[in-house]
């Protein structure tokens, strides 16, 4: 599972940390919002197959 966060919010990266996402990356630069570019930060939680 992979999600994308603006690298500012840093309670959102939090909060996806706590449920065990690790971050894999950033982009820089990839959105402009309010007049100024941000960064974006992906998250990814490797889902395991129950047998």
Known sequence: MIGV???????SILFHEKYGFKKVG???ESGFKFNRWLDSVFVQ????ENT
């Open 45 to 48: 939680l490797i889902l395991e």
């Open 26 to 28: 950033i982009i820089k």
């Open 5 to 11: 966060i603006d690298a500012e919010n840093t309670e």
